[in-house]
């Protein structure tokens, strides 16, 4: 339609001459003659602007193009509801902006999409990787805090999709499916913790088809059948101790299964459930911490609001400031509580302020503040509660030290929980002394040491690298030790990448691989072009999915052109396969001719995997098609049917009409 309205802008000046006209004078024009020349000189004169704007914020020109469409379009719908006294230029600005935002975070989401079975392992080797996983899985999906963990479950463990995830919830099936990626990031960072080195991508491939599995076909009727016959407060402790045997001997098939299942039924329930409502004169609060605020009656929330309602980004922080250290302590609460009712979660300005507040109110009460902690939740609440741990630690280090070691503090010894508060405490105290933090640090055991040692030193490790290093190095060897190296690694090559790889050369084997992935990683981030050139210049195949995955965000064809210029290893494949993937969810059209480009073999194959696996989620009859196309037949039957069955849960009519006029057979 915007090509039509720019032709027809052209033709009208031919014709006419509209000259004086205010703006909201051509949108009357045009409201009482649609088909006159009004709209196309309101076009002339905004477009420049608009596409700009578009231009500007998409560094995009198609999607230029088209928020430009979509301006107009909505200029033409809500022409009869425009103020007369707002300016169009004013009124076209801010709508560009909304859109053009709109299309950032759209394309920020579809760059998240969950990679199932994007590398060729994941593809060959879900036997293997099912193996290492099937001790430690169930105990790492318990780690995750609740709403995560239902996320994990209800995907991968009971196969819904993401619209059937997202209904219950009463989210749109985007938002169910980043928040299903994040949470299975956090899952493959905890078993990292637990020495088990994994993908995202492996994870969603293997878990749907391995997590579980039929129970024995006799069992339920065995279940039902005793139950039913026997009665109900004695029955049931003679049905346990009459199949106490047999159920031990099937612990490890169901066990974890029958309680993920169960914790599956509950979590849903509970985010279904809605909030009750609040007892007359209570309100509710962000988390135990804040409750034990003191309130007061004279808070006024239109003062805040009217903050945030200020349009000059700059002005509204520095408000926003202002108002954090003039506000009384007493009327905090209030405050948090608006700030949780009137902003959205993922707000920044709500957290710095919400930040500030809490420390505020915790360096002017500690005593009430180190009681909130004692009933704090860390995995549920929003960071709250570290905001008061962290003014703590700044005031009192030592004392918070020994709050987190006390034995009564259970909570602290959980292995995520205990990283991230040790590294709270950690990081205020090295900003004061770091050489005690360190020491206190090195007294610490599993988690907590990691943590600490990366709140101390990777402090450090972002001013002076080398210091940082230094110090890593006198620390006893282990696991936590090999963590902080990678950290540091990882900094230093944010600025002196040449340097920091030079120093990761000379580790430990048992650190050396992961430091140098880490600062390769760090490098190609901002720099991927160099760090390939690195690459060329010291050959290791096992590094180039690390760059590849970087440089194939900003520039797929360079990538995919350097990955094919190198010698033929699984490592090559797995990388062609993910910058397809990037390619594809991009510009479909090039990567698609790209492929077609090359000759029949191995390189072809991995490049077809990546496009499909990426193509499924937005257009699966395009993907079972180039899956089809594969040569290897091993490859083209587990992609053709992966494929298959994630078109067939999303569309299962289409799907299997598809599959009967191409005479595809399912599960060959």
Known sequence: MLHFLVRFSYKATISFKIVDISDHQLLQKHLRNPSGPALAELVDRHLPLIHSVARRITTNDEAARDISQIVFLRLVKKASKLSKSLPLTAWCHRETHSASVDYVRSEVRRQKREKTAAELDAMKTSSESWDQLTPEIDGAIDELCESDRALVLLRFYDNKTFPEIARPLGINHDTARMRTNRALEKLRVILGK?????????????????????????????????????????????????????????????????????????????????????????????????????????????????????????????????????????????????????????????????????????????????????????????????????????????????????????????????????????????????????????????????????????TIAAIDPQEAAILALGLKGGEARNDILAEIAQSWARHSPIKALAWTSTLPPSAKGRATSEALESWSKTHPEKAAQYLDENPNPKYLKIIANQWSKRDPEDTANWIASKTE?????????????????????????????????????????????????????????????????????????HTFKAWSRSDPKIAQQWANDHQFSPDN
């Open 569 to 641: 290893s699984p490592q090559r494949d797995s990388a062609l396969a993910d910058t397809l993937w990037h390619w594809t969810t991009q510009t479909p059209k090039a990567a698609t001719a790209w492929i077609e480009a090359l000759p029949a073999g191995n390189s072809r194959d991995q490049a077809i995997a990546g496009l499909a696996v990426a193509a499924v989620e937005f257009d699966p009859r395009s993907a079972l098609e180039w899956s089809l196309k594969i040569t290897t037949p091993s490859l083209r039957n587990d992609l053709s049917q």
């Open 194 to 458: 637990r020495g088990i080195t994994t993908t995202t991508a492996l994870l969603a491939s293997t878990l749907p088809t391995n997590a579980v599995s039929s129970a024995p076909a006799s069992l339920a009727t065995s279940i039902t059948s005793s139950l039913q016959s026997i009665g109900a407060a004695t029955g049931a402790f003679a049905f346990v101790k009459s199949h106490l045997l047999a159920l031990g001997s099937l612990s490890i098939g169901i066990a974890a299964v029958t309680t993920q299942q169960i914790k599956i039924n509950q979590l849903t329930q509970t985010q279904r459930a809605p909030v009750p409502p609040s007892p007359e004169g209570q309100r509710s609060t962000r988390s135990l911490a804040i409750s034990k605020i003191p309130r007061t009656a004279s808070f006024s929330g239109p003062d805040l609001l009217a903050i945030f309602a200020n349009p000059d980004p700059a002005e509204r922080l520095r408000l926003l400031h202002d108002y954090s250290l003039q506000l009384s302590t007493n009327q905090i609460s209030e405050a948090l509580e608006l700030l949780r009712s009137k902003t959205p979660e993922w707000d920044s300005e709500s957290k710095i302020l919400t930040h500030l507040l809490l420390t505020r109110w915790a360096k002017a009460d500690p005593e009430a503040a180190f009681n909130s902690l004692d009933t704090a939740n860390f995995s549920l609440e929003r960071g709250h509660s570290l905001s008061i741990l962290a003014a703590l630690a700044a005031l009192d280090p030592k004392r918070t030290a020994n709050w987190l070691t006390s034995p009564t503090n259970t909570r602290a010894y959980y292995p995520i929980v205990g990283h991230v508060l040790s590294g709270t405490i950690a990081k205020e105290w090295a900003r004061q002394d770091p050489r005690a933090a360190l020491e206190w640090a090195q007294t610490l055991a599993d988690q907590q040491q990691a943590g600490a040692y990366s709140g101390v030193l990777g």
